[in-house]
């Protein structure tokens, strides 16, 4: 038990610290023959008014669309959005992640022709906060669209009743790219629409991985069953990215994911706020599909025959 603690211990000290609002590293390594990664930054967004952050946020995607026309690769599979002082209150009812999400709203609703096209073609995102004072927000794009892929245990955001915004958050849970790369986006501790396990780290963490497996099931339709256990799913992953309200839990959070995650390349872990204040850790990340399938294949060879 002490040495198994102490790789776990080894490997969460392995982390990489992120301290800017850039991309994952991963993205670096994509051929730019095959993708392009855009930005746009709203300068001085936390000093905006209200209605000023929604137009702002609306007229920021607006210039992400005009930069992917211009580009080689015009469809969206992948948003990365830093909200500054995201749960502050902003007006009547409406935090700042509200106000930013009826901006994307609105951007969104003329990108894919209308809500009802975001089940089928919008793309994954995160949305996370900092403290600082800018609205930044980096676009992966690819030749071909990507395919949307739903949690089943959780209601699409798009489709949140109005306790979380008089317009809701716009984004798929996962997207799959042609081949056997697929996109998770930010992952938490949600059930349907709710927050579930509040103020408990480690339970917060085993719903996190139920929720990232899950999409790893849906994508490929290995189905979780009470002999399957989640390592098996989450060995698909090779680059995660841990978000983290309290530096206090950073360690705990590190050790869940070593034990859980068996085939990590990278794990980022950036100090940032959460767009709900019970969250304690958000995790997003890349999952190869063709290691799960060659591990099944390799598990269905080695399985005795029944006579």
């Given at each position: 038990m002490p040495n198994a603690i102490s790789k776990l211990e080894s490997a969460a000290a392995n982390a990489t610290l992120v301290r800017d609002l850039a991309p994952p590293a991963w993205t670096a390594g994509l051929a730019p023959r095959d993708f392009t990664l855009v930005s746009a930054t709203v300068a001085g967004a936390a000093?905006?008014?209200?209605?000023?952050?929604?137009?702002?946020?609306?007229?920021?995607?607006?210039?992400?669309?005009?930069?992917?026309?211009?580009?080689?690769?015009?469809?969206?599979?992948?948003?990365?959005?830093?909200?500054?002082?995201?749960?502050?209150?902003?007006?009547?009812?409406?935090?700042?992640?509200?106000?930013?999400?009826?901006?994307?709203?609105?951007?969104?609703?003329?990108?894919?022709?209308?809500?009802?096209?975001?089940?089928?073609?919008?793309?994954?995102?995160?949305?996370?906060?900092?403290?600082?004072?800018?609205?930044?927000?980096?676009?992966?794009?690819?030749?071909?669209?990507?395919?949307?892929?739903?949690?089943?245990?959780?209601?699409?955001?798009?489709?949140?009743?109005?306790r979380f915004g008089p317009l809701p958050p716009c984004f798929a849970r996962a997207t799959r790219l042609g081949g056997d790369l697929l996109l998770v986006g930010g992952t938490a501790s949600v059930r349907g629409e709710d927050s579930v396990h509040l103020d408990d780290l480690a339970s917060q963490c085993r719903e996190t991985f139920l929720n990232m497996a899950t999409l790893i099931s849906a994508a490929t339709g290995v189905k979780i069953t009470p002999s399957l256990k989640l390592p098996r799913l989450l060995a698909a992953f090779t680059d995660l990215r841990v978000y983290y309200p309290s530096r206090r839990d950073a360690a705990e959070i590190g050790a869940a994911v070593a034990a859980q995650f068996p085939r990590l390349a990278r794990l980022e872990m950036l100090h940032a706020d959460l767009c709900r204040p019970e969250l304690l850790v958000e995790i997003e990340g890349i999952a190869d599909l063709s290691a799960l399938r060659a591990a099944s294949v390799a598990t269905a060879a080695a399985t005795p025959k029944q006579a």
């Open positions: 000093d905006l008014a209200p209605a000023d952050l929604e137009q702002q946020a609306f007229e920021a995607y607006v210039s992400i669309a005009r930069q992917l026309a211009r580009a080689g690769h015009r469809h969206a599979v992948r948003f990365w959005n830093h909200v500054p002082q995201i749960t502050d209150p902003a007006d009547a009812g409406r935090d700042n992640y509200m106000v930013f999400n009826a901006g994307r709203f609105r951007a969104f609703s003329d990108w894919y022709g209308g809500p009802a096209h975001f089940e089928r073609d919008v793309a994954t995102a995160t949305a996370t906060g900092h403290w600082g004072k800018d609205l930044v927000i980096h676009c992966l794009a690819t030749g071909r669209p990507g395919a949307a892929v739903s949690n089943p245990r959780q209601v699409a955001p798009y489709h949140y009743s109005q």
